[in-house]
């Protein structure tokens, strides 16, 4: 919570209660929310707030580093407060999203196409699967 009110501060972000109870949720959602998530348990404690508040205040946090925007196979964006480097294991049928690291993937080199013409700012591996739930529901 310090990190990310430092963070707001150096990015000129105000840091109002309804941006930290935003930021509470996330903390609390550790399977990637995405924003529908975020605001219908944000709406538990705060009724008058609106799902747009919510969006852009994800994108915002997101512009500025605070949290990650990941990959997702389905329309809505997912969200992740852990910003050090680490992998996703997607499940393809019901979204669920799984973190593990794996330094032998942090190893790996770019094709020099890629460092040549990109800036590179963070390497992400996802592996697609069906998750072990899904996977029996369909046994
Ligand atoms: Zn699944
Ligand atoms: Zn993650």
């Known amino acids: 919570?310090?990190?990310?009110?430092?963070?707001?501060?150096?990015?000129?972000?105000k840091v109002t209660p309804q941006r930290i109870a935003i930021y509470e949720?996330?903390?609390?959602?550790?399977?990637?929310?995405?924003?529908?998530?975020v605001y219908r348990k944000m709406?538990?404690?705060?009724?008058?707030?609106?799902?747009?508040?919510?969006?852009r205040t994800l994108l915002t946090f997101a512009e500025i580093g605070v949290i990650d925007m990941v990959e997702?196979?389905?329309?809505s964006r997912r969200f992740d407060t852990d910003t050090s480097p680490h992998h996703h294991?997607?499940?393809?049928?019901?979204?669920?999203i799984a973190d593990f690291v794996s330094p032998d993937i942090d190893a790996i080199m770019l094709p020099e196409e890629i460092i040549g013409e990109y800036q590179v700012i963070g390497k992400r591996t996802?592996?697609?699967?069906?998750?072990?739930?899904?996977?029996?529901?369909?046994?």
């Open 72 to 75: 997702s196979y389905s329309v």
């Open 89 to 96: 294991v997607h499940c393809i049928r019901c979204g669920h």
């Open 1 to 13: 919570m310090e990190r990310f009110i430092d963070r707001c501060r150096q990015e000129g972000l």
């Open 25 to 37: 949720v996330l903390l609390d959602s550790k399977d990637h929310p995405s924003a529908d998530t």
């Open 43 to 55: 709406s538990a404690t705060h009724p008058t707030i609106s799902f747009d508040t919510v969006n």
């Open 126 to 139: 996802v592996v697609s699967c069906v998750c072990q739930e899904c996977a029996s529901k369909n046994g």
